[in-house]
């Protein structure tokens, strides 16, 4: 049994049925929810017959972390309700590949074929991301976030991500980001998928329109909203600006874009007050990816 026929026959099949349970608690019917997964109505019920804990506990045996995955799970249901699809798709797959990358599958593939030596290392081999150092610079700085103490109370309820865009840059394929996100996994944070260049559209779009009037501007971290975290930034001399309410998702970039062609100075932090199925978040702009955490931490100071 390869990788991938694990993966598809124990793995996915169990995350779905999660993600299933969290879009029922948002008040979803099952011909809605068969809809956002693009499975079956019968399907959909089958899903929701099993209990949730059960399904936990079997994704943990498969080697899951359990606090990990439900921290997934509530984010690729989040997207799902936005129409987010391709943020879903994205999440989900990098999620798959950071758990075959550590090695998370390896005890109960070996379970499932002895063959296997205890030393295989093909998986951990081939998802790794190649050396790039522009990639290795975001990778660095997703490090440097994820390992600060209270950290967790910086990421959104849809994950943080770092982007780092090269000189130059012009469009989001340029531009090196999470292919998952930052997510918060009980008093902790797992980095989930790997640096990769448009691996965060959204994230990178923002950090373009910023980048295309202010070299400075070439990295970019996304944290929750607070006023205190704000109030922080506004404190140790960085130029936060405000934007939002938006009327709707499709309008954010526009309005943002709007906000930074009034600017006359280099921006340094922008505040979103989110909107209609919009979290409120703030972008923390910096000369580099480390730069752009080492702001952003600024707000767990005193």
Sequence with gaps: MVPHELVARYLIPGIRALVAHALRRQGLGQERIARLLG????LVSRYLRRRFDDILQELGEIGVDIDEVRSIVSILAARLILQNYTGYMELFTSYINTLLARGALCSF?????????????????LFKPGRDPYIEE????AKLF???PGVEKLVPYV????????PQAKTIAEVVGLTGAIVRVGDK????????????KHTASILLL????????????????SEQCIEKLRRTGLRVIEAGPHESPEKLLEDIASVLEKQRDPVDVIADRGGINLEPVIYVFGRSAMDAVER?????GD
């Design 39 to 42: 499975v079956s109505q019968p």
């Design 109 to 125: 593939h070996r379970r499932l074929d002895p063959r296997l030596p205890v030393t295989c290392n093909i998986c951990m081999n």
């Design 138 to 141: 975001v990778e660095e700085a």
């Design 146 to 148: 994820a390992s600060r």
């Design 159 to 166: 994950g943080s991500n770092i982007v780092a865009a090269k």
């Design 189 to 200: 944070v797992a980095i989930v998928g790997f640096p990769a260049y448009g691996g965060s």
């Design 210 to 225: 910023a980048y295309s009037k202010w070299s400075d501007c070439r990295a970019a971290v996304v944290i929750a909203f």
């Design 296 to 300: 952003a931490l600024l707000c767990l």
